[in-house]
């Protein structure tokens, strides 16, 4: 059955029944059923999302057949992590409350998923169940009125409005996994039990020292902390994280927690390699991230946009934009650059050098030397500040621009 005939036969269902829920709330009430800890039977929430329904035709029946078709279809999104909202459900760019008015795609998708998550019995969660699903329902709650959005927003709404939607599906993925699979470690408890012991050997006080050279290690930009990292990476791969577990998990590591430290270790030794001028391994290494953990939460995305630039691999760039498209500081960059190197001092070039000095005046300013950063940077910025500029040179902004000839004469000049 073709998209277009479900979504068809889905709206004349929904307009039998007593509470004519618009499509967009049933596509995220569907979601929303992925997320609960049960599963839950359709004799349970077909009632909840429509009502009673009156179906007085045999012909009819075709319309719950559709429905049907879209609820594994919802299913099966939610286990290979397919979890973005649908295209309509968009955000407005120029003003984020255009977006959110009443029967909008946004805030109906959004009224859906939360309706949908009122099955959760909040009694019986853990309390990291609990956390997760109280941030997943906090962002679900800013995009269902402007209202709502402009308190929880704050000053920096439009930029923070964005930057919720484009982390809805991290905060979605955790619901999940929490929910969902966390009751499920026991599967790995043995492989677990194999690493402690292999690492702390039954030593509880040897856990503080893993922590502790973890955090030394990460702090270390050095040649010579490559050792180190190896060192604990090959603990790590001779304990729990076997051949095995990564071909079983890749997709949503940094669900896993035991994970995460393993998945910063291998972000840290790429940025090592980039910093030291070893872009083709840093490159490598990143690539590989992103296949474990395609949401990419650690945000490796913005070291690889650059690594690519210096190692000329446009095609791949531009593909990785295409999977990443956000309006980040990153990502106009690369895209100007990747305009300038196809088109030089051109009209679609100067279109993407005219978006970075509205997204943040200081860019251009201190790329070119116009402009200086301080020495030491507080571990936060603003939008549009020369922190945030910072944070751009850090992943070998400055390197990826001197890659290109010209560049830099191309954004100097007026």
């Known amino acids: 059955?073709?998209?277009?005939?479900?979504?068809?036969?889905?709206?004349?269902?929904?307009?039998?029944?007593?509470?004519?829920?618009?499509?967009?709330?049933?596509?995220?009430?569907?979601?929303?059923?992925?997320?609960?800890?049960?599963?839950?039977?359709?004799?349970?929430?077909?009632?909840?999302?429509?009502?009673?329904?009156?179906?007085?035709?045999?012909?009819?029946?075709?319309?719950?057949?559709?429905?049907?078709?879209?609820y594994n279809q919802s299913m099966d999104k939610v286990i290979q992590n397919e979890l973005k909202m649908p295209a309509k459900c968009s955000l407005s760019k120029q003003d984020y409350r255009d977006s959110l008015k009443p029967n909008m795609p946004l805030p109906s998708y959004c009224k859906g998923v939360l309706q949908a998550l009122k099955n959760i019995n909040k009694r019986m969660l853990n309390t990291e169940q609990k956390r997760s699903i109280n941030s997943f329902t906090t962002v679900l709650k800013a995009f269902t009125s402007p209202k709502i959005a402009a308190k929880e927003f704050g000053e920096f709404a439009q930029y923070n409005a964005q930057e919720y939607k484009r982390?809805?599906?991290?905060?979605?993925?955790?619901?999940?996994?929490?929910?969902?699979?966390?009751?499920?470690?026991?599967?790995?408890?043995?492989?677990?039990?194999?690493?402690?012991?292999?690492?702390?050997?039954?030593?509880?006080?040897?856990?503080?020292?893993?922590?502790?050279?973890?955090?030394?290690?990460?702090?270390?930009?050095?040649?010579?902390?490559?050792?180190?990292?190896?060192?604990?990476?090959?603990?790590?791969?001779?304990?729990?994280?076997?051949?095995?577990?990564?071909?079983?998990?890749?997709?949503?590591?940094?669900?896993?927690?035991?994970?995460?430290?393993y998945m910063m270790l291998r972000a840290h030794r790429a940025k090592i390699h980039a910093l030291h001028g070893y872009t083709q391994k840093a490159q490598s290494e990143l690539e590989e991230l992103l296949t474990l953990n395609p949401n990419d939460n650690?945000?490796?995305?913005?070291?690889?946009?650059?690594?690519?630039?210096?190692?000329?691999?446009?095609?791949?760039?531009?593909?990785?934009?295409?999977?990443?498209?956000?309006?980040?500081?990153?990502?106009?960059?690369?895209?100007?650059?990747?305009?300038?190197?196809?088109?030089?001092?051109?009209?679609?070039?100067?279109?993407?050098?005219?978006?970075?000095?509205?997204?943040?005046?200081?860019?251009?300013?201190?790329?070119?030397g116009q402009e200086k950063l301080k020495e030491q940077q507080p571990p936060y910025f603003s939008p549009g500040s020369k922190e945030e500029v910072a944070v751009y040179l850090d992943s070998l902004g400055k390197q990826a621009w001197i890659s290109v000839p010209a560049s830099l004469f191309w954004l100097r000049k007026r």
């Not at 004799?43 to 719950?64: A, M, R, T």
């Not at 690889?304 to 593909?319: E, F, G, S, T, Y």
């Not at 305009?339 to 030089?344: C, M, Q, Y």
């Open 167 to 261: 982390n809805y599906v991290y905060f979605m993925a955790d619901a999940i996994f929490e929910l969902r699979f966390s009751n499920e470690r026991a599967v790995f408890d043995e492989n677990e039990a194999e690493f402690n012991n292999h690492f702390l050997d039954e030593e509880p006080n040897e856990l503080d020292e893993f922590d502790e050279l973890l955090e030394l290690v990460l702090a270390d930009t050095e040649l010579k902390a490559l050792e180190p990292i190896q060192m604990l990476l090959d603990i790590m791969e001779s304990g729990l994280i076997t051949k095995q577990f990564i071909k079983d998990n890749t997709g949503y590591f940094w669900g896993l927690h035991e994970t995460r430290p």
């Open 298 to 368: 650690q945000a490796n995305r913005f070291l690889l946009m650059n690594c690519l630039i210096i190692n000329k691999q446009w095609d791949k760039l531009d593909a990785l934009l295409a999977d990443f498209d956000f309006q980040e500081l990153h990502a106009t960059a690369s895209r100007a650059l990747s305009a300038f190197v196809k088109h030089g001092d051109s009209k679609p070039a100067n279109a993407y050098k005219k978006m970075l000095q509205q997204q943040n005046k200081h860019f251009s300013k201190i790329l070119t």
């Open 1 to 70: 059955m073709s998209p277009t005939k479900i979504r068809n036969n889905v709206i004349k269902l929904s307009e039998l029944s007593t509470k004519q829920p618009n499509y967009y709330f049933i596509q995220g009430y569907l979601m929303g059923l992925g997320v609960l800890p049960q599963l839950l039977p359709p004799s349970e929430w077909q009632p909840d999302l429509f009502g009673d329904i009156n179906l007085q035709k045999e012909s009819e029946i075709k319309y719950l057949e559709s429905l049907m078709a879209l």
